[in-house]
């Protein structure tokens, strides 16, 4: 008796320097007719990340934080211009590690969730989907590093409602935080599944939104410093 084939398809680029990792992840999850996934294509450092995945526009990113040539942030800031909340690159870090810079790093650079290669098979291949409908996918506990972003930001917030979590956001990610599957934060909470998952999207957007704003600002003092009439005497 032959297996149904699946019903759904994702198109997916493995960006990792260790070969044998990306023959690994292949293996696992490239069977399409049993997983669903496709891997158009693969890169090692982050020059043939950035020209495989504008050459195969994948569906989702598999993105390690270490790379050669300045790592999964400069991949995601090179290829800003191809993600999008509908029909765009969606980006989700793989990594060994699990430290606070890393998650916040490639977050706050575009990236759609952050899971560990601890990970087993059957939960990629769910992550990837759910991070190709625009969800939001997280490995325990690291929803923590997000809500230490949020309240260790110093940052005024460019509008109110954009910038600065709920009450029901903040709880939503201290239970996944604690090891909560989305189910079991829907039962808690008395929401839907649905509404979870479009809290922790709407917290990676007012992360992202952030960012943007430190970034801004950064750039406007450079620009004062430059035209200022001391810099212009100097």
């Known amino acids: 008796m032959t297996e149904a084939a699946p019903e759904r398809r994702a198109r997916v680029v493995l960006v990792d320097d260790h070969r044998m990792f990306r023959t690994g992840v292949r293996a696992e999850i ?5 997983t669903g996934i496709d891997v158009v294509g693969e890169a090692d450092d982050v020059e043939s990340a950035v020209r495989v995945v504008a050459e195969t526009r994948p569906d989702v990113v598999l993105l390690d934080v270490h790379l050669p040539g300045g790592g999964g942030v400069e991949v995601l800031r090179r290829s800003a211009g191809l993600m999008g909340e509908q029909g765009g690159v969606k980006f989700l870090a793989l990594s060994v590690s699990d430290a606070a810079e890393d998650v916040i790093g490639v977050i706050r650079g575009g990236a759609r969730g952050y899971v560990t290669k601890t990970i087993t098979g059957a939960d990629l291949v769910d992550a990837i989907f759910r991070i190709g409908d625009g969800d939001a996918v997280f490995s325990p506990r690291l929803a923590g590093f997000v809500l ?38 829907a039962k808690q909470l008395f929401i839907s599944v649905k509404t979870v998952e479009s809290h922790v999207s709407a917290v990676l957007r007012k992360l992202q939104l952030s960012n943007r704003h430190e970034l801004t600002t950064e750039l406007q003092h450079e620009l004062d410093t430059r035209c200022s009439p001391v810099a212009a005497v100097a």
Request: overall charge negative.
């Open 30 to 34: 490239g069977r399409t007719e049993v």
């Open 148 to 185: 230490d972003a949020f309240a260790a930001t110093d940052t005024p917030p460019v509008d109110e409602d954009l910038d600065r979590l709920t009450q029901r956001e903040r709880e939503v990610l201290r239970l996944i935080a604690r090891g909560y599957a989305y189910k079991e934060i």
